[in-house]
């Protein structure tokens, strides 16, 4: 069973401040996504990294794939307080010839940026 | 793109009772997911549909649920008889294409009491 699993839980960092978010999963994908939530919000999308060593960037946030070590990162550069949320990485099960379609979340990491 | 749409936004209810939900997918997404999120968690899989073909199942979907996507467009997810363990923000999301990033709607938060 596929396994997604983000650290760290939570992150308490200031403004200006440089960070990583890491995902790791537990068998072979090339389909990983990031979303981040807002309290009381749904999810949006972020990126979506499909092969080995994509890297997107979107503002603040840069997010790489490495499909070999089983590994994503979600790099901040510069925190702002607009950055407040929680990330969630998923990855698509590619272990199934079909209905390969479901993704299996991380539990999330809660960023906090205090001013 | 009006996005993904769920109603109710919240459904309070008491054990036992049956509860559904609608959504909505962007109109020209054919996949549409159900998901379930509890407090501090990731969303889980619950079913997805291709169309109207209900192509996969979790095993968290025990026999009390039951989903539906009559003519390939909006969908409904029933709970029947519905226990304290049911409660959970219930999360739509479609897309156009495997590979594409899910489209999330804002959710329907279930609380059984």
């Known amino acids: 069973e596929l396994k997604v699993e983000q650290n760290p839980l939570f992150l308490s960092m200031q403004e200006g401040k440089n960070y990583t978010i890491y995902c790791n999963y537990s068998t072979t994908s090339d389909r990983l996504y990031w979303y981040r939530q807002d309290p009381g919000k749904s999810l949006e999308s972020l990126f979506v990294l499909l092969s080995n060593g994509a890297v997107k960037q979107e503002g603040r946030l840069m997010a790489s794939l490495d499909t070999k070590a089983r590994l994503s990162t979600l790099h901040i550069t510069a925190a702002v307080h607009d950055l407040s949320a929680t990330y969630f990485c998923a990855v698509e099960d590619e272990s199934k010839n079909f209905g390969n379609e479901k993704l299996t979340f991380g539990t999330g990491t809660r960023l906090t940026i205090i001013p | 793109d009006t996005g993904v749409s769920q109603d109710p936004r919240h459904k309070i209810t008491k054990r036992g009772q049956n509860v559904t939900f609608r959504c909505d997918p962007i109109s020209e997404h054919n996949r549409l997911y159900w998901y379930r999120q509890t407090l501090g968690q990731g969303p889980e899989f619950l079913t997805y549909?291709?169309?109207?073909?209900?192509?996969?199942k979790s095993r968290l979907l025990s026999d009390r649920f039951s989903a539906e996507r009559p003519k390939g467009s909006f969908s409904t997810l029933e709970i029947q008889r519905t226990e304290q363990g049911d409660s959970a923000m219930y999360l739509c999301?479609?897309?156009?294409?495997?590979?594409?990033?899910?489209?999330f709607g804002n959710g329907t938060r279930l609380t059984v009491t």
């Open positions: 549909f291709q169309n109207e073909a209900q192509l996969e």
């Open positions: 999301a479609s897309s156009l294409t495997q590979g594409a990033p899910l489209h």
